[in-house]
């Protein structure tokens, strides 16, 4: 299983980036897709998922409006849109995969991209 992030870097404050998290060794379109990030002396956290058919998303509150996660089940790839990016979202940011087979439950993590917000 791999997950493989890009499209961080270094983007001014109100600037956009766009992430994106290649996928695989196992069914892209049964997982469900989500972005975490970790800033320094912080805990990770939940940014935004998508269900395994696009029908549903769920943001973290602060980044509601501004960001934006999608997929394509046939490149098998999820995408993090961010746009008007404020210094405190400069994090690692981490594509996460969550499957289910048989009541049990398998997470997969990316190796993580650095997003720096910085005038």
């Known amino acids: 299983v791999q997950l493989v992030e890009s499209g961080g870097g270094l983007v001014q404050p109100g600037g956009s980036l766009r992430l994106s998290c290649a996928a695989s060794?196992?069914?892209?379109?049964?997982?469900?897709m989500s972005w975490y990030r970790q800033a320094p002396g912080k805990e990770r956290e939940l940014v935004a998922a998508i269900n395994s058919g696009s029908s549903s998303t769920n943001y973290l509150d602060s980044v509601k409006g501004r960001f934006i996660i999608s997929r394509d089940n046939a490149k098998n790839t999820v995408d993090l849109q961010m746009n008007s990016l404020k210094s405190e979202v400069t994090a690692v940011y981490y594509c996460?995969?969550?499957?289910?087979?048989?009541?049990?439950?398998?997470?997969?993590w990316g190796q993580g991209t650095q997003v720096t917000v910085s005038s």
């Open positions: 060794g196992f069914t892209f379109s049964s997982a469900v």
């Open positions: 996460n995969a969550v499957r289910t087979s048989w009541g049990k439950r398998y997470d997969y």
